[in-house]
């Protein structure tokens, strides 16, 4: 719905300096991990980067073939961080849980059933870390 003719809202407020601050980190810190995890490798069926702040980030893709998988993944902004894939629409469910430890990169092969993956990075401390990042590739296993 239109605003009435005569009418208009206020400019929105600039962004806080602590907001552009964040940003700025934020940013600093995905630099680091673009890095750390290298090039994006040719055949990645699941992958992506986000924010640990909160919830942290998820991801997923609507089916996948059976077969074995190289998940490579990485964190930088906090000391650990946890990357869980689940196929949670299978018979008792398949749930892979993968700690990193922050500053290096985790590689892990995984079987997988055919079918949807969730992915779900998440910070595994109490310590600040609202700009941290984690990210994650995967691929056929060759």
């Not at 000391?79 to 196929?87: E, R, V």
């Not at 990169?105 to 992915?119: K, Y």
């Amino acid at each position: 719905m239109a605003a009435p003719p005569g009418y208009s809202r206020p400019a929105p407020a600039p962004p806080r300096e602590a907001d552009l601050d964040l940003a700025e980190v934020q940013a600093g810190n995905q630099a680091e991990l673009d890095m750390r995890l290298g090039p994006r490798p040719d055949g990645v069926v699941l992958g992506g980067s986000g924010g640990l702040g909160g919830d942290g980030f998820r991801t997923s893709i609507i089916g996948i073939p059976k077969g074995s998988y190289t998940v490579t993944a990485a964190c930088h902004g906090v000391m650990k961080a946890s990357l869980t894939l689940s196929q949670s629409d299978r018979r008792g469910g398949t749930h892979q849980e993968l700690a990193l430890d922050c500053g290096t990169a985790t590689r892990v092969d995984l079987e997988l059933e055919a079918g949807p993956v969730s992915a779900h990075a998440f910070r595994m401390t109490t310590e600040r870390g609202s700009a941290a990042v984690a990210g994650f590739w995967m691929v056929p296993a060759t």
